[in-house]
């Protein structure tokens, strides 16, 4: 049903959307579609850099730190070597 409209009927909805509404509302809509748009571009690239902080935790370098009693384990072995 809709694949024919073509320009002429686009053309057509337009205007009479255009009667219907007037300029102003229209132009009020539109803005606020586009602050629709950039919220949801916004809001996907602050997932995208949690998702990205998140793998950046992932991969870090995750070796135990040594405890005082291995430093003085290092140590005394050291002195046996000696």
Known sequence: ML????????LLIAVVVLVLF????ISSLMGEV???ITSFKKGVS????????????EA?????????????TDLNVEKDKV
């Not at 694949?3 to 686009?10: A, E, F, K, R, V």
């Not at 007037?22 to 509302?25: E, F, I, P």
């Not at 602050?46 to 902080?53: K, P, T, V």
């Not at 870090?60 to 003085?72: N, R």
């Open 3 to 10: 694949n024919n409209i073509g320009l002429p009927g686009l």
């Open 22 to 25: 007037g300029r102003g509302k």
């Open 34 to 36: 586009g602050k629709g």
């Open 46 to 57: 602050e997932g995208n850099d949690e998702l990205e902080a998140a793998k950046v935790e």
């Open 60 to 72: 870090k370098d995750i070796t135990p730190e040594a405890t005082d009693t291995d430093v003085k």
